[in-house]
């Protein structure tokens, strides 16, 4: 997800990061290559002016060329303008009192609205609603397919009839939906391969007639700026309120995140992510303009773990955390939560400081598998007291594990890492954010990388707990 963009921002910045002090010729040289970066993401030529602009007006201020960090300065005042960018005001839904709460789905064919309704309810549940969905697409009888089986899937009722004229489907559907007490209606409408007048005039009709409280238009990042245009003649012809963008996990550039709310004065309320259900996420652009500029995003981050991380587990392990305690048991547990949070070059890339330093870095899931084969070997004495694990215990773990005396040790030395780290946590220190090893950035040992984010993750915790 906009990786080029991403490099291309961080370069340009990191030359000032690293000066001491900033000139104009310094900044006019970061902001030249600002502005390359963002017309090779595809963003709209305007808001990159005017982009350009805001941020070489900001950063040229006195308190900016008289501070002790101009360049930390300037990439804040990056941040802050690509937040801007994206919009502020941030990615809420409206709820109504009088029930159902109806969301229309609104876009082009292909552009991802029946998987995205279907998405959009499991959020919807998982937010403590009782969501519905409508099936108004009646120009292929296939659609109607989709949204159902999609909708068994997730145990979600979907309202749908062969009928020929989608706003009685709509007007049928909304009746349903009231009288078993849904609290949230998905509308999942017919598309086009263009905005045509035909489009436009059903779904006005079908707008008219469900009264939608929200009114989402669904594109595809991947298009760029087609998806912009697209916009702004949905929004000539039916008003949304806010942008579902769609597949930015294929999307390396950018351009449309960029552009839409600049554009066309609506901002982005979810992001798609992938083709699996759980793949809708609300959208945060402070988060994203981090995730942009190799900053980490954290609060993303601990919102994953808040949801791969039973209470209780997490309450235990903070419990031994205090106590300064991390035995290979713990080591074990903190790698399983690891994983039930997703892909782990994903997890890691929201971590301030790692995203950016792990593209080179080759994630090796074998080796969280070595890592769990190693402490499997182990006594469930040595697991818990790990200072008796001497050079007969370690030949002996090796030899069970299927792996080298060296590959066991390399183990050990990270507990004892990370329980050191524990204690200085315990204490109340902040742990420094381990910037990567050089050598983890060329590629190879990538043991070092799981051990950073089992870190990162107990630090999350003890956050997420003084909220
Ligand atoms: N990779 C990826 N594929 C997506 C995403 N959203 C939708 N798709 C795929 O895009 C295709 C079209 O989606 P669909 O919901 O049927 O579009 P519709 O015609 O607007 O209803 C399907 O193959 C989806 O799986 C996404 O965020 N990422
Ligand atoms: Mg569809």
């Known amino acids: ?148 089986q999609l909708g068994r899937e997730l145990g979600v009722p979907v309202y749908s009839e062969e009928r020929r004229d989608p706003v009685a489907a709509v007007r049928d559907g909304l009746a349903r939906a009231q009288a078993d007490g849904r609290d949230t209606v998905v509308l999942d409408t017919a598309g086009r391969l263009h905005v045509d007048e035909e489009l436009m005039d059903e779904l006005a009709r079908v707008r008219q007639e469900a009264k939608p409280h929200n009114v989402l238009l669904v594109v595809d990042a991947m298009t760029g700026q087609e998806a912009v245009r697209v916009a702004q003649s949905f929004q000539e012809h039916v008003a949304f309120d806010g942008v579902v963008l769609t597949k930015l996990d294929g999307d390396a550039r950018g351009g449309a995140a960029l552009s839409i709310k600049a554009v066309t004065g609506r901002p982005i309320k979810l992001v798609s992510v992938g083709e699996k259900l759980d793949q809708l996420e609300y959208f945060h652009p402070d988060r994203m303009a981090s995730r942009i500029l190799g900053m980490g995003d954290v609060l993303s981050l601990v919102e994953k773990a808040e949801q791969a991380i039973e209470e209780d587990e997490q309450e235990e392990m903070e419990a031994r955390i205090r106590k300064g305690q991390f035995t290979f048991d713990d080591f074990l547990s903190a790698q399983r939560m690891l994983r039930r949070m997703g892909p782990l070059q994903g997890v890691l890339k929201m971590i301030p400081g790692i995203g950016s330093q792990l593209k080179d870095v080759n994630i090796d899931e074998r080796e969280l598998r070595r890592v769990e084969a190693i402490v499997l070997s182990m006594t469930p004495h040595e697991r818990n007291t790990p200072h008796v694990i001497d050079g007969k215990r370690r030949l002996r773990i090796a030899r069970g594990s299927g792996t080298t005396v060296q590959q066991v040790n390399r183990l050990i030395d990270a507990r004892k890492q990370m329980e050191k780290m524990m204690k200085g946590m315990s204490k109340g220190k902040m742990p420094q954010l381990p910037g990567l090893t050089p050598e983890a950035g060329n590629g190879a040992p990538t043991r070092a990388v799981p051990r950073k984010a089992k870190k990162k993750k107990k630090k999350q915790k003890r956050t997420q707990n003084r909220r």
């Open 1 to 148: 997800m906009f990786d080029t963009l991403s490099d291309r921002l961080q370069g340009a910045l990191g030359d000032l990061r690293k000066r001491g002090t900033l000139d104009e010729e310094s900044i006019s040289r970061a902001m030249r290559e600002i502005r390359l970066a963002l017309l090779e993401a595809d963003v709209n030529l305007e808001v990159v002016k005017d982009f350009t602009a805001r941020v070489r007006e900001r950063a040229m201020g006195q308190d900016v060329l008289k501070s002790v960090t101009p360049g930390q300065q300037v990439v804040k005042i990056v941040h802050d303008e690509l937040t801007a960018l994206m919009g502020t005001g941030g990615s809420r839904l409206v709820y109504t009192s009088k029930q159902p709460t109806v969301i229309l789905l609104a876009g082009l064919q292909g552009s991802g609205k029946t998987t995205t309704a279907a998405k959009l309810a499991l959020l919807l549940r998982n937010d403590g609603r009782e969501p519905a969905l409508v099936a108004a697409d009646l120009q292929r009888p296939a659609a109607i397919d989709q949204l159902e």
